[in-house]
């Protein structure tokens, strides 16, 4: 059973626009939640986090939106640029994230110039 | 389908003795598995990049030593955590994937505890 769930592969965008990735989670223990960004070939680094707390957390261009009630996560990325082009993972942690993430499958995210 | 899936889910074991951690892609042949470790603020740690059937490379200041990597068939890689202290107590969390351009699959992870 899926906990954290992508249900998209792959989001195409124009370069300028926004770019929004979605995330549903089924676990009502988590209260921790993070994006990922993966490039070929290189272990993913991390870009932005949001405590169950909050329902949103902006760092630049990347803005996190949390729903609890909706149990649904979105990355919103503004204005995508071509370098922004990567796999994007949703993880999902509790006890305030102490313990150990839970990933979705990803979503692939090409911004085209 | 891509299911990945971790043995065991958790492990607590005394100093300086070496524990085995195996990762399985149960639906998929994974050419390629990798491990990582996860730190606090949950940062991921890439250790090591196992291809089936050739050494793992591992990153650098991972001591290869330590952490033995075997990546015996496309579908089983394992992590020996050898002579193990309180210090790599963490989660590791193996990937798998069908080629390292393609998207990774995450293990549910294993957390280590070293009494």
């Known amino acids: 059973d899926q906990q954290v769930k992508q249900n998209s592969p792959s989001l195409s965008v124009q370069e300028g626009r926004i770019s929004i990735l979605n995330c549903d989670y089924t676990?009502?223990?988590?209260?921790?939640f993070l994006w990922y960004k993966k490039y070929p070939a290189e272990g993913p680094t991390f870009l932005i986090s949001?405590?169950?707390?909050?329902d949103k957390n902006e760092d630049g261009r990347f803005t996190v939106f949390l729903n609890k009630s909706a149990k649904h996560l979105s990355l919103h990325i503004v204005p995508s640029q071509p370098g922004d082009s990567a796999v994007y993972f949703c993880?999902?942690?509790?006890?305030?994230?102490?313990?150990?993430?839970?990933f979705g499958k990803g979503m692939k995210l090409t911004v085209n110039p | 389908g891509a299911v990945v899936s971790q043995h065991p889910s958790w492990v607590i074991c005394k100093s300086g003795t070496s524990v085995k951690i195996e990762c399985r892609s149960l639906?998929?042949?994974?050419?390629?598995m990798f491990w990582y470790r996860q730190f606090p603020k949950q940062s991921l740690m890439l250790m090591a990049t196992?291809?089936?059937?050739?050494?793992?490379?591992?990153e650098q200041g991972v001591e290869k030593d330590k952490f033995l990597i075997n990546h015996a068939s496309l579908t089983l890689s394992t992590l020996t955590v050898t002579s193990a202290h309180p210090e790599d107590s963490s989660f590791y969390i193996c990937?798998?994937?069908?080629?390292?351009?393609?998207?990774?699959?995450f293990g549910p992870g294993t957390r280590l505890l070293v009494l």
């Open positions: 990937s798998a994937t069908t080629s390292p351009e393609e998207t990774q699959y």
């Open positions: 676990n009502s223990m988590f209260d921790y």
């Open positions: 949001i405590s169950s707390i909050k």
């Open positions: 993880a999902a942690s509790v006890q305030g994230g102490s313990e150990k993430l839970v």
């Open positions: 639906d998929f042949q994974a050419t390629t």
């Open positions: 196992s291809n089936e059937g050739s050494k793992a490379t591992y």
